[in-house]
Each structure stands twice: as C-alpha cells, then as structure tokens.
C-alpha cells in the first residue's frame, strides 16, 4: 500500500506571502503509459466537504484561481499558493490515485499568522 | 449542476447495519465511477470503496473489507454502500465522490456528506 505523508502538519503564513505543502509518498505515483504523476491535492474548509484544487500533479482545475499550483514527480510534490488570501485558511490534502487501496495525507493546516 | 446526495445516516449500535445511499444528477451518472470517502471526527480523509461505471469491478479498503459492500443502480442514478457489523471506528461522516475521468480516480465532485454513528 502506499502511504502518503505531508509536512508539516500546520503553518501560520501572512497574508500575501507565499506558502508551501510538501507530500511525499511511500513508492513513485508516476504512471508510465502516459508519464504523468498520479497525485491530486483537495482544499477543505470548515463544514465543507473537499474541493479539487490539482490533478495530475500540476494541472490546475477548472475555477481554481492561479495563485495555486502543484509540481514535483515521483514521490515528492508540493502545492504552493504564491499570495496567501483570507479565504485559502483550510486543510489541504494530497492524495494518490496511482494503485488501491487509494490514499490521503494526514492534512495540513493553513492558517494566517 | 452536478449534485451528489447522501442520505442513510444515523446512530446505530456496534455490530449492527446501515446502508448509505447517494443521489446523483446533473451528469450522466452511468458513465462513471464513484467513490466513498469517510472522515472521522475531527480527523483526515480516508478511501472506503469504488465501483466501476457499470459496477464490474469493485475495490475496498482493507479496514471494510467483507464488512461494507458498494453499489449501483444506474437506473435510479444511484450509489449505495451496505455497512454490515459496524465498529464504533466507522463513526464518521461518509461522503460519495465522482470521478472526473475514466480509469482516473481523483473526485471533481463530493457529496456534502452524512454522518453514521456507531455507539451503543
């Protein structure tokens, strides 16, 4: 099975500054067929179930705004949101569609410092 | 719109059952896969199961295994899931969650949810 890890479990960042989430899982996630990284990353606010934020490690959904992006390959990824907003305060996972069992990260929470 | 509707919950005793339903509509519903996630209180996202669009093929988390079995009724433009022999650890709010793509499984669209309780 693969296990998903993010760090760091929270971060305080200020509005406007740049903030960073790190998932790294147990074996590579990227799928040869089409050499892309089988990896999403959710935003989940208070009450709310999650929302899609990035699929395919780096691609964008559709309505999400651009201060948000994802990168990386293999087993390390990251999601950064360049200019941190009011409303980004949430958990974000990252999450693997690579092999089942499907899995999540523990979460991270983003909060304004 | 897409919508995703659960409905099923409520308290029920260890060893006992519920079976969870979730309404979809504003897709076309035999097209793709779904999911069920659930999330214990206070805690992060686990994957409970999926079921193929045509419900050929079915995967389960270990935690749930032989317990819970998934399904669909895709003439109802429905998503079930049967909890037999609960344990108080499936406390916990269950959502449904559609796929965007075939063979792909990351969730474009989740349910708001609905939470099961398992006390005695």
């Known amino acids: 099975d693969i296990v998903m890890t993010q760090s760091p479990d929270s971060l305080a960042v200020s509005l406007g500054e740049r903030a960073t989430i790190n998932c790294k899982s147990s074996?590579?996630?990227?799928?040869?067929?089409?050499?892309?990284?089988?990896l999403a990353w959710y935003q989940q606010k208070p009450g709310q179930p999650p929302n899609l934020l990035i699929y395919?490690?780096?691609t964008r959904e559709s309505g999400v705004p651009d201060r948000f992006s994802g990168s990386g390959s293999g087993t390390d990824f990251t999601l950064t949101i360049s200019s941190l907003q009011a409303e980004d305060v949430a958990v974000y996972y990252c999450?693997?569609?690579?092999?089942?069992?499907?899995?999540f990260g523990q979460g991270t929470k983003l909060e304004i410092k | 719109q897409v919508q995703l509707v659960e409905s099923g919950g409520g308290v029920v005793q260890p060893g006992g059952s519920l079976r969870l339903s979730c309404a979809a509509s504003?897709?076309?519903?035999?097209?793709?896969?779904m999911h069920w996630v659930r999330q214990a209180p206070g805690k992060g996202l686990e994957w409970v199961a999926f079921?193929?669009?045509?419900?050929?093929?079915?995967y389960y988390a270990d935690s749930v295994k032989g317990r819970f079995t998934i399904s669909r009724d895709n003439s109802k433009n429905t998503l079930y899931l049967q909890m037999n022999s609960l344990k108080t650890e499936d406390t916990a709010v269950y959502y449904c969650?559609?796929?965007?793509?075939?063979?792909?499984?990351?969730?474009?669209?989740w349910g708001q949810g609905i939470l099961v309780t398992v006390s005695s």
């Open positions: 969650a559609k796929v965007q793509q075939q063979l792909v499984d990351y969730f474009d669209y």
């Open positions: 504003g897709f076309t519903f035999s097209s793709f896969g």
């Open positions: 079921i193929r669009y045509d419900g050929s093929s079915r």
């Open positions: 074996q590579s996630v990227l799928y040869s067929s089409n050499n892309k990284n089988s």
């Open positions: 395919w490690a780096s």
């Open positions: 999450q693997q569609y690579y092999s089942t069992p499907y899995s």
